[in-house]
């Protein structure tokens, strides 16, 4: 029996991959670190709570003794790295937390984890999941492969490229085994609403406008999350050490493109007269220092990995529109409260 470690598993992209570690590795005991920050909802994980092989930790990354606690207690081979600050306009609302949990805190883990084994490395694997943003931004051509130079542009992707220089500097100091990730942008079921995607579907439901920034010729690359889940797995049992890998969906959209299609499917949802929603379309001052366009060359972890996307955009979206009609309660629930404040600083 393996212990592993998932920070950050009952936000969005962690909830899938705790989900698919639980499910399908019985000789590991998953250990979701999380400190339920208004991203984090336990709501994303019911159906694992009873779960032999799972247990949640409430906790803090940035809580050294806690942390340090927990490592030396439960002995985690393992660690995967997703417990983040991630929306780009909260970074530059704030830009002091990012700098605390993404940055501190994963010296935090990346400590307690050098204290536990560096006397003996072997079969110990520490993967921290970042971000493609660390690339900054393309212009009309070019994709973001392994090799393409640092360049954050946000406060977020400045946070995410400082741990992943925190991570790589633990490898060549210290030997400390690691593995990278960079993904493009993430879309699907429990993905919280402040992001374009479940923003926008909100917005639809509750015909509210749909705030597009700028010209709307903004590009990015998009990936089903449980298709990010599956890489994450590859990654981390076939990946090499100390080796970075690019994650993306060959999937390149405008952001005016994708939200048009979005509007399509929605009014055929809510059944609808075509064009409905796409009158709720509202150009707004643009998000400063964006990034024009992101997009990936996943070819590495296709070729060394065999992995790609499984999930077509038309198809993932269409799920996606279906778990939030599905999952009222869940919508209703996370917009209540603090995201009413920020709703009304970020788009007032
Ligand atoms: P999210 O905001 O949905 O979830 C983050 C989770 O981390 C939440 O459960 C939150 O409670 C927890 N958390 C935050 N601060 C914490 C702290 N100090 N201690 C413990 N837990 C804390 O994020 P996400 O979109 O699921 O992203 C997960 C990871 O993947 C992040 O590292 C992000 O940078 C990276 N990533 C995201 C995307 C994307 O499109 N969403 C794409 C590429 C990479
Ligand atoms: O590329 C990976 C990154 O993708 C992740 O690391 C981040 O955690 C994740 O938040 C995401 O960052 P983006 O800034 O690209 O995602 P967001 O959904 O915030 O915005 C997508 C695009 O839509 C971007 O060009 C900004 C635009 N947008 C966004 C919002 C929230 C709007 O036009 N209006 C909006 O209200």
């Known amino acids: 029996m393996k212990n592993i470690l998932i920070t950050g598993g009952a936000g969005f992209i962690g909830s899938h991959v705790v989900r698919t570690f639980v499910n399908k590795y019985h000789n590991y005991k998953i250990y979701n670190l999380d400190s339920l920050t208004y991203a984090g909802n336990l709501e994303n994980l019911k159906d694992l709570e009873n779960k032999k092989n799972y247990k949640f930790l409430y906790g803090n990354i940035t809580n050294e003794n806690y942390v340090n606690e927990i490592f030396k207690k439960y002995q985690f081979d393992g660690v995967i790295h997703l417990a983040a600050e991630s929306h780009v306009d909260r970074s530059i609302l704030n830009p002091l937390d990012f700098a605390k949990t993404n940055i501190l805190g994963t010296i935090v883990l990346l400590n307690a984890f050098k204290l536990l084994w560096s006397n003996n490395w072997k079969g110990k694997k520490f993967y921290h999941v970042s971000t493609d943003e660390v690339y900054g931004s393309l212009g009309d051509s070019g994709l973001f492969n392994e090799k393409t130079p640092y360049d954050p542009n946000s406060p977020y992707s400045a946070s995410k490229a400082s741990s992943d220089h925190f991570v790589r500097a633990y490898g060549e100091t210290y030997g400390l085994p690691y593995l990278i990730s960079n993904c493009s942008n993430n879309y699907g079921p429990n993905q919280f609403p402040e992001k374009l995607i479940p923003l926008f579907i909100n917005n639809i439901i509750e015909n509210k406008f749909l705030p597009v920034y700028g010209d709307g010729n903004y590009t990015r690359d ?19 050490k100390y080796e ?25 949802k809510l059944n609808q007269k075509k064009g409905e929603s796409e009158k709720l379309i509202t150009y707004v001052k643009d998000r400063p220092g964006h990034d024009l366009r992101y997009a990936i060359d996943a070819n590495k972890i296709n070729i060394n990995l065999g992995w790609s996307p499984l999930v077509t955009f038309e198809e993932g979206l269409s799920q996606t529109i279906d778990w939030y ?9 996370v917009t209540s409260g603090e995201y009413q404040n920020y709703y009304k600083t970020q788009y007032n």
């Open 222 to 240: 998009w990936l089903y999350v449980k298709d990010h889940a599956i890489a994450i797995d590859l990654i981390f049992h076939k990946g090499i």
């Open 325 to 333: 009609f599905d999952n009222s309660e869940w919508l209703k629930n």
């Open 244 to 268: 970075t890998y690019n994650v993306g969906g060959f999937n390149e959209y405008k952001n005016i493109d994708l939200v048009k299609l979005l509007c399509k499917l929605m009014d055929v």
